[in-house]
């Protein structure tokens, strides 16, 4: 079963190996868990994992790359440090240009892995702090009507009360009560921090 809290998952078809590394992280106290290949990680992934993902890059079956690619497009934006005994730069550059965070050679200094899981761990929850606040800004404007969001879009593109009126064909007053009533639901108080809140929320695609 799979956890919101920071783990580590591994995921090499070796059991030596999987248990080498498992000892490795309890020698640090991490959490982690591990799998014996890409396709029984793949049946229990899900966006909200959060930590590390340590992944063998040639398995039978499915290979680390292929499942790094569909985690991808399944919204599972792991940190991914791949480990391999088979490594060389063209590899090694596939792996990097596909978004892999790190990558590493069999066999490695358990304290160089270490170091490189915790990178990996600290860029995930940083990544996650960001995300959490993209999706919270959407949510503020998810609260507008279709007439505020109107409105709202016409702020943002820069213009002023008298061309929203022309352009959404209502009363400049009404253009102000708008703007009003959405500074007040997304729980702003002045244009600047409304424009800066709606970009923030922008980035995630939503608004």
Same mark, same amino acid.
């Given at each position: 079963?799979?956890?919101?809290?920071?783990?580590?998952?591994?995921?090499?078809?070796?059991?030596?190996?999987?248990?080498?590394?498992?000892?490795?992280?309890?020698?640090?106290?991490?959490?982690?868990?591990?799998?014996?290949?890409?396709?029984?990680?793949?049946?229990?992934?899900?966006?909200?994992?959060?930590?590390?993902?340590?992944?063998?890059?040639?398995?039978?079956?499915?290979?680390?790359?292929?499942?790094?690619?569909?985690?991808?497009?399944?919204?599972?934006?792991? &940190?991914?440090? $791949?480990?391999?005994?088979?490594? *060389? +730069?063209?590899?090694?550059?596939?792996?990097? #240009?596909? %978004? @892999?965070?790190?990558?590493?050679?069999?066999?490695?200094?358990?304290?160089?892995?270490?170091?490189?899981?915790?990178?990996?761990?600290?860029?995930?929850?940083?990544?996650?702090?960001?995300?959490?606040?993209?999706?919270?800004?959407?949510?503020?404007?998810?609260?507008?009507?279709?007439?505020?969001?109107?409105?709202?879009?016409?702020?943002?593109?820069?213009?002023?009360?008298?061309?929203?009126?022309? &352009?959404?064909? $209502?009363?400049?007053?009404?253009? *102000? +009560?708008?703007?009003?009533?959405?500074?007040? #639901?997304? %729980? @702003?108080?002045?244009?600047?921090?409304?424009?800066?809140?709606?970009?923030?929320?922008?980035?995630?695609?939503?608004?």
């Amino acid at each position: 079963m799979t956890s919101k809290l920071p783990t580590v998952y591994i995921v090499d078809d070796d059991e030596a190996v999987r248990e080498a590394l498992g000892a490795l992280l309890l020698s640090v106290s991490q959490r982690y868990q591990s799998f014996p290949s890409a396709e029984a990680f793949l049946d229990v992934a899900h966006p909200d994992m959060r930590g590390c993902l340590l992944l063998d890059v040639r398995m039978p079956g499915m290979s680390g790359l292929v499942l790094h690619q569909k985690l991808l497009e399944q919204g599972v934006t792991l &940190q991914t440090l $791949i480990i391999t005994g088979h490594g *060389d +730069v063209p590899m090694a550059v596939r792996a990097l #240009k596909a %978004g @892999v965070a790190d990558f590493i050679e069999k066999p490695f200094n358990g304290q160089d892995l270490l170091d490189r899981i915790q990178t990996c761990l600290n860029d995930d929850q940083q990544l996650w702090h960001t995300q959490q606040a993209l999706n919270e800004a959407a949510a503020r404007f998810d609260t507008l009507t279709p007439r505020e969001r109107d409105v709202m879009a016409l702020v943002a593109a820069g213009a002023h009360t008298k061309k929203i009126a022309a &352009q959404l064909n $209502i009363h400049e007053r009404t253009v *102000d +009560v708008h703007r009003f009533n959405i500074m007040r #639901k997304v %729980g @702003v108080r002045t244009l600047a921090e409304l424009l800066r809140l709606w970009s923030t929320a922008h980035q995630t695609g939503q608004p």
